[in-house]
């Protein structure tokens, strides 16, 4: 099956996971809001990350800086000056394009004629107070990693940390981007999940390749532990001279999308360039003292860094499945928006739907469940199964003399039967990540 970026798109509007922006107003190009059931999923998979990354591990806190920051942080940290992309305009019709993203064509029109490439920065600018002028410029982020920065020495003061840690934040960040597109692929406000991994200063080069390795596989087990095909999962050396001006090697994971095998996450050392620039700028020393030895060197930086959007819609796209009549999504239980559906055998018996109001109340006190009890149950079972509801719970009149219901399974579409007494401890099971 090949799967299209529209049925994704339609399937996101008409269930409830995503919408377009803005769109009473005609939209605003390339925004994108999350909608009931797109919200638990992003939410599932922020909570997934961080008890996977902050709260089962013990050399990783967290944090969560500021959207706006001192503008010499993105002066110290290079983004003023260099976290620009090559713009250049269609001669025909205007379009303004990524030079480095074209074939020597304009996709809109077809012109082979373009200005030449001007860079353009990047960053979102807004003024701070009352006065629109120059001295009160300010940036809202472009990544999260620099609030991990500056705080280096604050959390060095405030926790017991020892080299190597992690600092990791979950937040937005704005980039002005020149082409967005591909529906929440690229989008110029989107979230990020990133960990600063500060190892001491390495005296050979296999000491933060080890490191490296090591976030490397861990980026891989997350992926397989979300459910993101990592069949279509590609690793991207980046080759010098196309690295972000802070990298010395860069892995991108890149993800056969329907629009194309794109990034999805990266995978940077960033060597000391922050904390050595930080320190440079603030005049505040940014130095770990060794313990043991007394030592004082500037740590030095791996950052795994994964995109939220695009994790949604990687997830997305490995968990569509088409089977005979019915769509359904084959997302982790633990993602998934609804746990579980629950529903009366028939609408028109109130010993039935009060039965199931029962069941309904107590797993709610526990997990996101819905409740059907609309048409048959086939079409109830078809309109979870394109939601991604692990399970359906069906109340009959077998249910009022034992207290027994039936519980389907999304994936194989196999019912059986089990005291309700079990429900709880089969969903706690399932969505164990
Ligand atoms: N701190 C490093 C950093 O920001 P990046 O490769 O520029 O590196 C990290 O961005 C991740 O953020 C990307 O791998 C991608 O998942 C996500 N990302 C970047 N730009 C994006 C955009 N315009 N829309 C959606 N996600 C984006």
């Not at 591990?57 to 976290?83: Q, Y």
Request: proline residues 5%; negative net charge; hydrophobic residues 40%.
């Amino acid at each position: 099956m090949t799967l299209s970026l529209d049925t994704i798109v339609s399937l996101a509007k008409r269930r409830g996971f995503i919408y377009p922006g803005s769109e009473i107003y005609g939209g605003l190009a390339n925004s994108w809001d999350y909608g009931p059931l797109g919200v638990e999923l992003k939410q599932n998979i922020k909570n997934a990350w961080w008890s996977r990354f902050v709260h089962r591990r013990t050399d990783v806190v967290g944090i969560d800086a500021a959207l706006i920051m001192n503008p010499k942080v993105w002066e110290a940290s290079g983004h003023v000056a260099g976290f620009s992309d090559p713009l250049v305009e269609c001669k025909k019709c205007h379009s303004r394009l990524r030079e480095d993203q074209m074939d020597g064509e304009c996709p809109s029109c077809g012109g082979k004629e373009f200005t030449p490439a001007k860079q353009f920065n990047l960053m979102f600018q807004t003024f701070i107070g009352a006065a629109q002028e120059q001295a009160n410029v300010a940036y809202f982020r472009p990544e999260t990693a620099q609030g991990m920065f500056v705080n280096f020495k604050n959390v060095l003061d405030s926790t017991r940390v020892q080299l190597p840690f992690g600092v990791a934040q979950v937040g937005k960040a704005f980039r002005n981007e020149i082409t967005p597109g591909n529906f929440i692929f690229r989008t110029r406000e989107f979230e990020q999940m990133e960990i600063e991994y500060f190892i001491p200063s390495p005296k050979a080069d296999a000491e933060w390749q080890e490191s490296f390795e090591h976030w490397r596989k861990e980026m891989l087990a997350w992926m397989t532990a979300v459910g993101i095909d990592t069949e279509k999962v590609h690793e991207l050396d980046v080759p010098d001279g196309e690295r972000a001006h802070y990298s010395k090697r860069t892995i991108d994971f890149e993800f056969e999308f329907p629009f194309g095998t794109k990034e999805l996450y990266g995978l940077a050392y960033r060597t000391d360039f922050d904390l050595r620039n930080h320190q440079e700028a603030s005049g505040q020393s940014l130095e770990y003292t060794d313990p043991e030895t007394g030592e004082k060197s500037i740590p030095h930086v791996i950052e795994p860094t994964w995109g939220v959007d695009r994790t949604v819609l990687a997830v997305l796209c490995s968990a569509y499945r088409e089977d005979g009549e019915r769509t359904y999504l084959a997302l982790r239980p633990a993602l998934a928006p609804f746990k579980a559906a629950v529903f009366p055998l028939l609408k028109n018996k109130p010993e039935l739907v009060a039965k199931a109001r029962t069941v309904f109340g107590a797993l709610r006190e526990k997990y996101m469940v819905a409740w059907d009890d609309r048409g048959n149950i086939g079409k109830r079972y078809f309109a979870q199964d394109e939601i991604g509801t692990p399970f359906c719970i069906t109340v009959d009149f077998d249910t009022l003399e034992n207290d027994t219901v039936t519980i389907r399974d999304r994936d194989t579409a196999e019912q059986r039967r089990v005291p309700i007494s079990e429900l709880d401890s089969i969903i706690a099971n399932a969505i164990r990540l």
